[in-house]
């Protein structure tokens, strides 16, 4: 039974071993960000409680990993068909948390049931290679087997989308999972973990454990989790991913981004405009895709920067649960205040703010209006943070080839864009730009489940991005077997290596 009164929990459980349990210790506080005010409580796991899911997740191992893939495969089925049914009610509790409007939850969590929809045909990716006659009467072949006990530690911004970027994938491989989702969105979870169980899955394949660096600790140095996926912030992507590997164990850490858009003077720039307002405003500008950036070249500039400006201040600011909402508010007081000082610093750097959204009309809750800036320099506080609020900031370039110079000297490498009507420009921008994912006329490249997702440089720590084949790579291990049936007219092999098939 899918029953919204669950979400209603004063206090938000853990869930191991297929049941909620609220450990004890440390207890936060989780915020309606549209009002201010305390909405739920969550328990902040110590080492303790981690081991109680490792030890969880350890037992449910052999059994999971043994059931036939399309046993696994049919439980996937079964969780994309109550995950379709819960889609609002999960956006719902996203928007409560999270602040950004319900038609963009929606959104969001359309794309993690895409990659739930992408795992239902895992048997077909799971298949390994044969080779017959490597030698005489000799043959090889491969398997991909689960890694074991594998965790992910996933950021604010996407409380539905980023998990599963990573558990179905994990999961449908063999492996089980640990997810400790971010502190202050931590009820998507919990509902995603019922309706798993509900599709049949058994106790302690999936397991959700909440808290703060503590229990990302524990986390990084238990001997029993064999893989850990992370996505957030650089510095925190960086110590995961240096972490991780000391410990031995296999890690991707997706970090931050600062998403540049070059707009190109042939491009139809009110088509241009509307697709950058989407991705700078959307979500307050709390998306790892946000495009934060514009780079406009040439004569595009004046132009662009007025339609710019139109269009940021008819964007609607109010409660993400409200119709007609363009832009909800942003996470929290203290990372409101943050991008407020950066717009402050904007100003006093001597960038030209068109906009200045820096006081909020509202009275409650952590409202932002937009803010744009024009004449943005590359060594300003401005261009060189993720601010990760409703700011955008626009650059000039004289040329093509001085905008890609200026976007691969990004230490950021996540997304970008290029809007322009000419084939050669946007096919000489996708071949030299350093960017892990690239949009021609397309602001923001939404994950698409069966690609994989990742950035470059500071934007990824790690060699495989999430989910589509790659996901597949990472949540499992090569294993290369060659036989032999030894009968009268084969010899035996002596001491050296073969010359001869
Ligand atoms: P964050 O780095 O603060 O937190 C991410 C996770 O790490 C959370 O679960 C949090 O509890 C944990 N964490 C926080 N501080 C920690 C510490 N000191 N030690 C150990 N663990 C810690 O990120 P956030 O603010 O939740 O999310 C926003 C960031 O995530 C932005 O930088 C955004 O660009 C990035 N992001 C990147 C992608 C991508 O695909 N590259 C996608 C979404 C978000």
């Known amino acids: 039974m899918n029953k919204p009164a669950e979400l209603k929990l004063d206090t938000v459980p853990c869930w191991i071993g297929g049941k909620p349990v609220v450990s004890a210790g440390r207890m936060g506080e989780v915020y309606n960000p549209a009002t201010g005010q305390v909405a739920r409580r969550v328990p902040y796991c110590d080492a303790a409680a981690i081991d109680t899911a490792v030890q969880a997740a350890m037992a449910a191992l052999p059994d999971w990993r043994d059931a036939s893939i399309l046993r696994r495969a049919r439980v996937m089925q079964k969780f994309l068909h109550l995950l379709q049914a819960q889609q609002k009610d999960i956006a719902r509790l996203i928007t409560a948390e999270h602040g950004k409007?319900?038609?963009?939850?929606?959104?969001?969590?359309?794309?993690?049931?895409?990659v739930v929809e992408f795992v239902c045909g895992l048997p077909q990716l799971l298949k390994g290679e044969y080779s017959e006659n490597v030698g005489t009467a000799v043959d090889t072949h491969s398997l991909r087997q689960p890694v074991g006990v594998c965790a992910g530690i996933t950021p604010f911004n996407f409380p539905a989308m980023v998990p599963m970027w990573m558990f179905?994938?994990?999961?449908?491989?063999?492996?089980?999972f640990i997810l400790k989702p971010s502190e202050k969105v931590p009820s998507a979870a919990i509902r995603m973990a019922e309706l798993f169980k509900e599709a049949g899955l058994p106790d302690g394949v999936f397991n959700v454990v909440h808290g703060d660096k503590a229990a990302v600790d524990?986390?990084?140095?238990?001997?029993?989790?064999?893989?850990?996926?992370?996505?957030?912030?650089?510095?925190?992507?960086?110590?995961?991913?240096?972490?991780?590997?000391?410990?031995?164990?296999?890690?991707?850490?997706?970090?931050?981004?600062?998403?540049?858009?070059v707009v190109l003077p042939d491009a139809d720039l009110e088509f241009a405009a509307?697709?950058?307002?989407?991705?700078?405003?959307?979500?307050?500008?709390e998306r790892c895709m946000a495009i934060s950036a514009v780079v406009a070249v040439g004569a595009a500039g004046d132009p662009l920067v007025k339609l710019l400006e139109k269009k940021a201040k008819a964007i609607k600011i109010g409660p993400g649960d409200q119709d007609g909402v363009d832009m909800g508010p942003l996470i929290t007081g203290q990372h409101r205040d943050k991008v407020a000082s950066y717009i402050e610093k904007g100003k006093a750097e001597g960038a030209k703010a068109v906009l200045d959204g820096g006081k909020p009309s509202l009275k409650e809750g952590y409202?932002?209006?937009?803010?744009?800036?024009?004449?943005?320099?590359?060594?300003?506080?401005?261009?060189?943070?993720?601010?990760?609020?409703?700011v955008l900031i626009v650059l000039?370039?004289?040329?093509?080839?001085?905008?890609?110079?200026l976007v691969n000297r990004?230490?950021?490498?996540?997304?970008?864009?290029?809007?322009?009507?000419?084939?050669?420009?946007?096919?000489?921008?996708?071949?030299?730009?350093?960017?892990g994912m690239v949009g021609v006329n397309v602001p923001i490249p939404v994950p698409v489940a069966f690609y994989s997702f990742g950035g470059w440089k500071n934007s990824l720590f790690g060699d495989l991005h999430v989910h589509g084949a790659e996901g597949v790579k990472f949540y499992t291990r090569t294993k290369v077997v060659t036989t032999r049936w030894p009968h009268q007219d084969t010899p035996a092999p002596g001491l050296n290596m073969p010359t001869l098939g």
């Open 101 to 114: 409007t319900l038609p963009d939850a929606m959104g969001s969590v359309q794309r993690g049931i895409e």
């Open 168 to 176: 179905p994938v994990a999961i449908a491989c063999g492996n089980t």
């Open 218 to 261: 524990a986390i990084l140095a238990h001997p029993g989790i064999a893989a850990v996926s992370f996505v957030g912030s650089t510095p925190i992507a960086k110590y995961i991913y240096e972490t991780c590997a000391k410990n031995g164990k296999r890690v991707q850490a997706l970090g931050g981004a600062k998403n540049h858009a």
């Open 274 to 285: 509307d697709a950058l307002i989407g991705a700078a405003y959307g979500s307050a500008g």
């Open 367 to 390: 409202f932002l209006g937009t803010t744009l800036f024009d004449h943005v320099k590359t060594e300003m506080e401005i261009y060189k943070h993720e601010i990760f609020g409703p």
């Open 396 to 405: 000039r370039a004289d040329t093509l080839e001085e905008a890609i110079a």
């Open 410 to 435: 990004n230490p950021y490498a996540n997304g970008t864009a290029i809007f322009t009507e000419s084939g050669g420009a946007a096919r000489r921008f996708e071949n030299e730009v350093q960017v």
